[in-house]
């Protein structure tokens, strides 16, 4: 049972037991609370940043990606144009030196237009290096629609019969689409 007197004795007992904190107590904690609060505040920095670089990188990338595709689609249009353009160059060229013959004029080699070739191998360069640029930076399912579509690029340039152009001009078309497809597939767009 507890009396007055004992339970001022249990208080001065309690007083005793319990030291005093040191003088340089208070300053040290406060301390390692600054210092691993600096290393975290670095640790999460430099994580935050690692991130942020990752993601501009990929943005980049990305941005790569849809620039030489949207000049690979734009070129193909062109060259689609020009090789229309070179064919009819050619054809009336052509039909000019049979009515030389026909009149009985002396008819020279037959005659390329110049011009238009230099235009129509010019763009097919043009397609070609961007082609290889998309192929080198693309994924595996975008660089195969792009080696399909420098392919069909190809047989386009090495087609000359009116009948041909236009069939080929179809599967120009339709691998340029399917080229469209696969980066709108990469970006996640319907």
């Not at 390692?32 to 609060?37: E, M, P, R, S, W």
């Not at 501009?56 to 790569?64: A, I, P, S, T």
């Amino acid at each position: 049972m507890l009396t007055p007197g004992s339970a001022v004795h249990l208080h001065a007992v309690g007083q005793a037991a319990a030291p005093t904190a040191p003088w340089w107590g208070v300053p040290v904690v406060a301390g390692c609370f600054l210092i691993v609060g600096a290393i975290l505040g670095f640790l999460f920095n430099r994580l935050q940043d690692k991130h942020r670089a990752k993601r501009e990188k990929l943005e980049r990338w990305d941005q790569n990606v849809l620039d030489h595709t949207s000049r690979v689609v734009l070129l193909a249009e062109r060259f689609i144009a020009e090789a229309h353009e070179h064919e009819l160059s050619t054809r009336t060229m052509a039909e000019a030196g049979i009515a030389q013959m026909h009149a009985g004029q002396p008819v020279a080699p037959p005659p390329v237009p110049v011009p238009t070739l230099a235009r129509f191998m010019d763009t097919y360069e043009e397609i070609a290096s961007e082609l290889t640029s998309l192929r080198l930076i693309a994924t595996s399912s975008i660089r195969d629609v792009a080696q399909t579509v420098k392919d069909e690029v190809w047989q386009l340039m090495m087609t000359t019969e009116m009948a041909d152009i236009y069939a080929r001009e179809r599967t120009v078309r339709t691998s340029v689409g399917s080229l469209e497809t696969a980066v709108r597939s990469h970006f996640g767009i319907e």
